[in-house]
């Protein structure tokens, strides 16, 4: 059977002391240092089984594919100016996330130029805006940082939840129940770190059952 082998997703581990250092660029017209320590799961897409997306469900997939920029670009910001290791970390799994959402693009026909837009800037004025917000909250402290890092993640999840729910494509709930899985472990790390810095965030999308749900989950990829 035929299928694409698309890109490893970052669902991320770092344990203290045992991870080597490791740094790379994206590309040229996105470049950002990547951190190192992560696990992957391999994703495919089956060719044979792809079948034509709604004008709705397209649109869908452009807006996770730009929600994977969004983290990607501000961890990268964020990370240059706090120089804090959950950060750093993050950024290979978020630039996998971006690599594979192209993919997955590729495969279902769906053109999508913006995500080739130079670090911090996106065509969607929503997103630009959005990011340009978080920037400016994310530079007044290391704790204002994480809650927006943590209000990306909140986003992310619900919105791929919502993804889920709405197709039943093997090849879809497959690669965005695998990001899924990434936001929750990420949104365990940010919120291990703003705790630890006395900080706290409050979900704006998720419900609060379900968002304690998550935090207060063990096993998967850990990460400091």
């Not at 997703?9 to 951190?35: D, E, F, H, I, P």
């Not at 983290?71 to 100016?81: K, L, V």
């Not at 990420?186 to 900080?199: D, E």
């Amino acid at each position: 059977m035929k299928s694409i082998l698309l890109l490893l997703l970052g669902l991320l581990v770092s344990l203290a002391g045992t991870a080597q250092k490791g740094y790379g660029k994206r590309n040229q017209k996105n470049q950002c240092c990547m951190g190192s320590g992560c696990c992957y799961v391999a994703a495919t897409v089956d060719q044979s089984s792809i079948n034509p997306l709604t004008e709705k469900e397209k649109s869908t997939m452009m807006m996770l594919a730009q929600e994977d920029k969004l983290s990607h670009d501000t961890y990268c910001r964020f990370n240059e100016t706090w120089n804090r290791q959950v950060f750093d970390h993050i950024l290979q799994s978020e630039s996998q996330h971006m690599d594979v959402m192209q993919s997955l693009e590729t495969a279902y026909g769906i053109k999508d130029p913006s995500m080739k837009n130079k670090r911090g800037a996106f065509a969607d004025n929503f997103f630009q805006h959005l990011y340009d917000s978080l920037i400016q909250e994310g530079s007044k402290s290391q704790v204002a940082a994480l809650q927006a890092a943590a209000y990306i993640e909140d986003r992310d999840i619900f919105d791929l939840n919502t993804a889920i729910s709405q197709k039943k494509e093997a090849n879809l709930l497959t690669i965005y129940g695998n990001l899924r899985d990434a936001s929750e472990n990420h949104l365990r790390a940010y919120m291990r770190n703003l705790q630890a810095a006395g900080g706290e965030y409050h979900p704006q999308f998720l419900t609060e059952e379900q968002f304690k749900k998550i935090t207060a989950a063990s096993g998967g990829c850990m990460l400091q």
